[in-house]
């Protein structure tokens, strides 16, 4: 009687994938940051939650040029990124402005923390929809890391100058909203993703870094704040201006088809 061999119980396509260490590490650590944000905002240490805030946008900015530099990119990398950012840059900021600044303003208050809160939501998971059909030099809304930055920003601002959260509770309602709105509008921001990191640049460039890290130390509170206010002006000056180009744009004049002229 012939010997009939066994099927494998897993065929290759199914058994266990490994998972690269190295950019999942970088994520890692930007989770920790954002949770270590919301410790800290519990513990009305705010002023730390706001520079972990920043540390984890720092370190999800790595994670993905790690990944693709090493060529250690995955789908579980991906979808672990995107969960990342959630806590990072949608639940951690939403948390400490309402604990810093919005808890007195009763449901007003927590409503737009919810804004932002749902906008990074809904910011993240239509970036994981598009990520293949829209254009990589814009970003399609505000990204939840500058987001983020713009809150944690005006908290450390705000700390560094003597003021209280209550005394700064209106601005800091309009901003979370806005900042909560921006991330799901269609307003395009740039992206920065054609830059390549292997490419030599002139002297000019290597300064341009050098002078932006002196200047940055100065006040770092204020000049991160005023940096990112700017960058989510940026799109809708970028929208504004492209409205007004279109509308002063010369119309092409119709053609006469030859069965529209009366004989």
Not at 90 to 97: D, E, N, W
Not at 112 to 140: E, H, S
Request: charged share 15%; glycine share 8%; with cysteine.
């Amino acid at each position: 009687m012939a010997h009939t061999p066994r099927t494998p119980l897993l065929s290759p396509d199914r058994r266990r994938r490994g998972i690269y260490i190295l950019p999942n590490l970088f994520t890692t650590a930007a989770l920790f940051a954002g949770f270590y944000a919301i410790v800290q905002a519990m513990n009305q240490r705010f002023e730390y939650a706001a520079v972990a805030i920043f540390v984890a946008m720092v370190l999800d900015g790595l994670d993905g040029r790690v990944a693709r530099l090493t060529r250690t990119q995955s789908e579980f990398g991906a979808e672990y990124d995107s969960l990342s950012d959630m806590v990072s840059f949608g639940a951690a900021p939403a948390l400490v402005i309402y604990e810093w600044a919005l808890r007195g303003l009763g449901k007003v208050g927590w409503i737009a923390a919810f804004i932002y809160c749902a906008g990074a939501a809904l910011r993240l998971a239509r970036f994981n929809t598009n990520i293949d059909v829209v254009d990589k030099r814009y970003f399609q809304g505000l990204p939840s890391p500058a987001a983020a930055a713009l809150i944690a920003g005006l908290v450390w601002v705000g700390i560094d100058n003597g003021f209280h959260g209550p005394d700064l509770r209106w601005f800091a309602c309009f901003l979370t909203i806005f900042a909560g709105l921006t991330m799901v509008s269609n307003v395009l921001y740039y992206s920065g993703k054609e830059i390549n990191l292997r490419r030599s640049v002139p002297f000019f460039a290597v300064l341009t870094i050098m002078l932006a890290f002196a200047l940055v130390s100065i006040d770092p509170a204020l000049v991160l704040f005023m940096l990112f206010l700017c960058y989510a002006a940026s799109g809708y000056v970028m929208a504004a201006l492209r409205w007004r180009r279109e509308r002063s744009a010369p119309s092409e004049p119709e053609r006469e088809e030859p069965g529209d002229k009366i004989a």
